[in-house]
Structure formats: structure tokens, C-alpha cells
């Protein structure tokens, strides 16, 4: 298993590689091959989708890059290179919709939390707790009361954040899980008020734009936009950026 295991990462990066040489030479297409050739060898990177979003800029194919944009940005959220080529990939799209408004507070929660990932904030409460459980056992042994105090209010303060970091990971894990975005493929679609095509227009979208899966029916598969608008979509039109 190890072997097999050193065997696909050589041959990921081997791809990467040539991808990475097809692209400083043009060659976008081939570029893209390379890079797709290596997600299906199992292998989902921030490097890779934010490369492919690079090859499919270049092609001016606007949905392929913003799709790949977002879903290395699922993966790097804090990156500022993704989200600026994300930013360019969007000026392309014709659909622009203004966020609903949020509260002081809201916009406080969403400001601390996007700092790190779920899986960032989970790695930061594990080594808060090993600075607890060491600054503990220097309590215990250690024999001046000032060393005691600075030993046991480092280890509470630990707890404390090892604690507040655990809470912040779980509630961005949940919302990271009931969150379903998706890019729309079609170079126009339209979006029913109703999961049927006798049901009336709603409103319309075009290709890149970003939506939110709420539910599903059938083929249909009910979305909601940024400003809060609704609607029903086939679901071939649309594709899931947590697919991986």
C-alpha cells in the first residue's frame, strides 16, 4: 500500500508537471487535461483546481474557472491569489445580485470564523489543549507560588481557548455541511417557480453564476441566490462545487 501509494503521488506530480509546462508555453487546453487527469486519480488540491481555474480564464470559458476558483477556495479559503483570479472570473459573468443585508454582529461572527477552516480551528484547539495539559503538570511540580500562578492561569486560559476553538470548528463544520453551493453551466438558464417545465419563469440566470442548492426533486433541484430570490433548475444545468 505504501509503494502503491508513492506510485500515485509520483505520477500526480508528474502530470502537475507537465501541466504546469503546457501552461507557461499556452498550451491551455492541454494544460487543463493534465490537471483533470490528476482529480481522477483521487487527488483534490487548492493547486490544482485553482490552475485549472487559470487554463479555463484563458480559454474565456467563464463557468469552468469560476467553478474551479470556488472549489479551491473551499479548500484554501483564506487564500488572496484565488480570490482575486475569483474576482476577475466574476467581472466576466452578465448576473450580479446584492447580498442581503446583515447585522453588526453577524458580520463580526463571519469576520472571526473565516480567519482559519473548521479543520484549522480543530488543529489550533488540539495544540491548546497539549499547552494546557503541559502547563498542568509544571503547576504540579513546580515549588514557588508565582511560578504555580503563572503556570495554572496559562493552563486555564489554554482550556479556555482550546474550548472556544472547538465550538467555532463544530459551527463552521455544520454550516460547511448544510452550505450546498453550485455554478451555473448554461449559457442561459431559465430558472421555474415550480420543479416542472409548465410552471412559469421566475427570473433568469446565465452562465457562472453562483447559487445555493436548498432542495431536491426529481430532476429539479431547488436553488436561492445571494439576494434571497428562489426558483427551480433542472439539475443537469447546475454543478456542485463539494462533489469531492
Not at 481555474?53 to 479551491?72: D, V
Not at 447585522?103 to 482559519?116: M, V
Not at 455541511?177 to 455554478?183: D, F, L, Q, R, T
Not at 429539479?220 to 433542472?234: A, C, E, R, Y
Amino acid at each position: 500500500m505504501i509503494l502503491l501509494s508513492f506510485a500515485g503521488h509520483a505520477q500526480n506530480e508528474a502530470l502537475f508537471n507537465r501541466a504546469t509546462t503546457y501552461y507557461n508555453e499556452g498550451e491551455y487546453e492541454k494544460a487543463s487535461e493534465n490537471y483533470l487527469k490528476i482529480i481522477e486519480n483521487g487527488e483534490h488540491s487548492a493547486a490544482v483546481y485553482y490552475n485549472l481555474g487559470n487554463c479555463y480564464y484563458k480559454l474565456n470559458q467563464i463557468a469552468p474557472s469560476i467553478y474551479y476558483y470556488e472549489k479551491a477556495l473551499l479548500l484554501k479559503p483564506n487564500d488572496v491569489e484565488i480570490q482575486n483570479n475569483l474576482a476577475y472570473a466574476q467581472n466576466m459573468t452578465l448576473d450580479s445580485f446584492d447580498s442581503l443585508p446583515e447585522t453588526s454582529l453577524s458580520k463580526l461572527y463571519k469576520s472571526i470564523n473565516g480567519l482559519l477552516s473548521f479543520d484549522q480551528w480543530s488543529y489550533t484547539a488540539v495544540f491548546f489543549v497539549f499547552v494546557f495539559v503541559l502547563a498542568y503538570i509544571l503547576f504540579y511540580y513546580f515549588r514557588y507560588s508565582s511560578h504555580k500562578r503563572i503556570a495554572f492561569i496559562t493552563s486555564i486560559v489554554s482550556l479556555l481557548i482550546a474550548v472556544f476553538c472547538i465550538i467555532l470548528a463544530f459551527v463552521q463544520f455544520r454550516d460547511f455541511e448544510a452550505n450546498m453551493p453550485a455554478i451555473v453551466f448554461s449559457e442561459e438558464l431559465i430558472v421555474k417557480s415550480e420543479p416542472n417545465n409548465r410552471s412559469s419563469q421566475a427570473f433568469l440566470l446565465h452562465e457562472g453564476t453562483k447559487v445555493f442548492v436548498l432542495d431536491e426533486l426529481d430532476d429539479w433541484k431547488k436553488i436561492q441566490l445571494k439576494d434571497g430570490k428562489t426558483g427551480w433548475v433542472p439539475s443537469e444545468e447546475i454543478k456542485l462545487l463539494k462533489d469531492f
